[in-house]
């Protein structure tokens, strides 16, 4: 029996109650809502001010900020869209998970290329204008993007190779293992996490332990750079948890299968959105520059 059968007739067998059901949506709504409120003032006060244009740091979290809602967006309608149509189109469905696992993917990048810039930035200041440029940043973006897209369309070619058509017009719980339910996906998506788990760390590790060190020369700016690399790596520990969850949900189905929808929903909360909520407090609300046009651009709203 496959994996992915087994999955939806869990959750088949399962279905949360009404009363469950709409407390656990009004719960996402308003966290989608609240995330994605916040990051809309984040988003208008850089297009506002030109200071931010210039300056690849900005850039790079203007690119964070606006994945995130993508990412947080998508899997909300993706949550939504479970409870109350349960099954939809495989075709449909394919394609909001295609979308959901770019953004959700390239959030781990975007916060490694950010740790390297706060890296050059503090280690070798004298040559930080000419490395990290306004077209070099657009450039790393536009290959944040392609090795996602490397990452996850192998998984779309393979299906559409192997499997019936009569199975795009057929409706399915929407899962990416329901969609991309081939053993070799599934054995290539763990070596993918595995190699992406690597590298990351290795940036971050690398990067905090040289600003731990310049840090030790009392310079207030590395000091800062230091912490802002520790949330870094914990906002990485969140998302990179993500390559973890598939395990947790096999091991979740087995252990407490009468509470599975319960399961997916606590792994959906914790792997998907609360990282999400903590890059309005690594920029928004850290960083001395964003927040003072931040709470001059609140102000301006609150007005008059």
């Not at 280690?123 to 490397?150: A, D």
Request: glycine share 2%; net charge positive.
């Amino acid at each position: 029996m496959s994996a992915s059968y087994t999955n939806e007739t869990v959750v088949v067998n399962y279905r949360d109650a009404f009363p469950k059901a709409m407390v656990k949506n009004v719960i996402v709504v308003v966290l989608c809502i609240s995330i994605n409120y916040i990051n809309v003032a984040l988003l208008q006060t850089f297009c506002k001010q030109q200071i931010f244009y210039m300056n690849p740091r900005y850039i790079l979290f203007f690119h964070l900020v606006l994945n995130d809602m993508i990412q947080v967006t998508l899997t909300v309608i993706l949550f939504i869209s479970s409870y109350i149509f349960f099954q939809i189109n495989v075709s449909v469905c394919c394609v909001l998970i295609l979308l959901a696992l770019f953004a959700t993917e390239n959030t781990p990048l975007n916060l490694a290329c950010m740790a390297v810039e706060c890296y050059i930035a503090i280690c070798i200041p004298l040559r930080h204008v000419q490395i990290c440029t306004v077209k070099r940043t657009l450039m790393l973006i536009g290959l944040i993007w392609m090795t996602s897209m490397l990452s996850v369309l192998p998984d779309l070619f393979i299906t559409l190779a192997i499997e019936p058509l009569d199975f795009y017009n057929s409706r399915v719980f929407c899962l990416r293992e329901t969609v991309f339910r081939n053993p070799h996906i599934i054995k290539k998506r763990d070596i993918t996490y595995i190699v992406y788990l690597v590298i990351v760390w290795f940036i971050i590790f690398f990067t905090y332990f040289k600003i731990l060190f310049t840090a030790k020369a009392a310079s207030q700016d590395a000091t800062k750079a230091r912490n802002t690399i520790i949330l870094h790596g914990f906002q990485v520990l969140l998302c990179m948890s993500i390559y973890a969850e598939p395990l947790l949900r096999q091991v979740l189905q087995q252990w407490l299968p009468q509470n599975y929808s319960d399961s997916l929903f606590a792994c959906y909360i914790l792997f998907q959105i609360l990282p999400r909520a903590i890059s309005p407090i690594v920029y928004g609300v850290r960083d001395k520059t964003y927040r003072k046009y931040l709470k001059r651009y609140l102000l301006c709203k609150m007005g008059p």
